[in-house]
Antibody, heavy 124, light 108 residues
Framework: EVQLVESGGDLVRPGRSLRLVCSAS????????MTWVRQAPGRGLEWVAY??????????EYAASVKGRFTISRDDSKNIVYLQMDSLNTEDSAVYYC???????????????WGQGTLVTVSS | ERVMTQSPATLSVSPGERAILSCRAS??????LAWYQQKPGQPPRLLLY???TRATGVAARFTGSGSGTEFSLTISSLQSEDFAVYYC??????????FGPGTKVDMK
């Protein structure tokens, strides 16, 4: 069974940094793409960042709202994916979900397994 | 960027009734569309992908249809555990992956 456990959420002041960690169980972690999705309190879902598996280059993609401030990375030897968040602002306050992807028959990524999320609050 | 919209924002349904939720894309996404269910305090759960393929363990009362820009999710006979918020999401043209704003299904 795939399990994803996020950690690192906290209350931070605007302009500061935070690193989220997602630890995954299950075999062949490195085969799968990983994603972070966030949800502000009482709001909908917003995709944040995506990282391909090494097989597809291990390269990242970012939402426009976080590009240049957030960095997604992965350590396949430890079954971990990170989200480094710099220059945080109040609009970044949300629950951040770690998502393990799968590929459909056409190679498109699916957001199949979700962690319980970790809360990030940015406030002065 | 593909903008996703959903209607209605809230759908009030009695248990045992059928619910039909709509999702629209600003441009064609083919059938590269997923539906998620989210209950309070829980993460989203993948229900359908490829517009109509049920994910593992999803009950047969959940049916998806559509292609291009118009999609629907039908819950044939609503059970108490189906009251939740439902999101559609396109994965045809990315980045970005985009979600609809959600439809809340509550009890009439």
């Amino acid at each position: 069974e795939v399990q994803l456990v996020e950690s690192g959420g906290d209350l931070v002041r605007p302009g500061r940094s935070l690193r989220l960690v997602c630890s995954a169980s299950g075999p062949t972690f490195g085969y799968y793409p990983m994603t972070w999705v966030r949800q502000a309190p009482g709001r909908g879902l917003e995709w944040v960042a995506y990282i391909r598996s090494k097989r597809y280059g291990g390269t990242p993609e970012y939402a426009a709202s976080v590009k240049g401030r957030f960095t997604i990375s992965r350590d396949d030897s430890k079954n971990i994916v990170y989200l480094q968040m710099d220059s945080l602002n109040t609009e970044d306050s949300a629950v951040y979900y770690c998502v393990r992807g799968d590929y459909d028959s056409s190679g498109h990524p699916l957001f199949t397994y979700w962690g319980q999320g970790t809360l990030v609050t940015v406030s002065s | 960027e593909r903008v996703m919209t959903q209607s209605p924002a809230t759908l009030s349904v009695s248990p045992g009734e059928r619910a039909i939720l709509s999702c629209r894309a600003s441009q064609s996404v083919g059938t590269n569309l997923a539906w998620y269910q989210q209950k309070p305090g829980q993460p989203p759960r993948l229900l359908l992908y490829g517009a109509s393929t049920r994910a593992t363990g999803v009950a047969a009362r959940f049916t998806g249809s559509g292609s291009g820009t118009e999609f629907s999710l039908t819950i044939s006979s609503l059970q108490s555990e189906d009251f939740a918020v439902y999101y559609c999401q396109q994965y045809d043209n990315w980045p970005p992956f985009t979600f609809g704003p959600g439809t809340k299904v509550d009890m009439k």
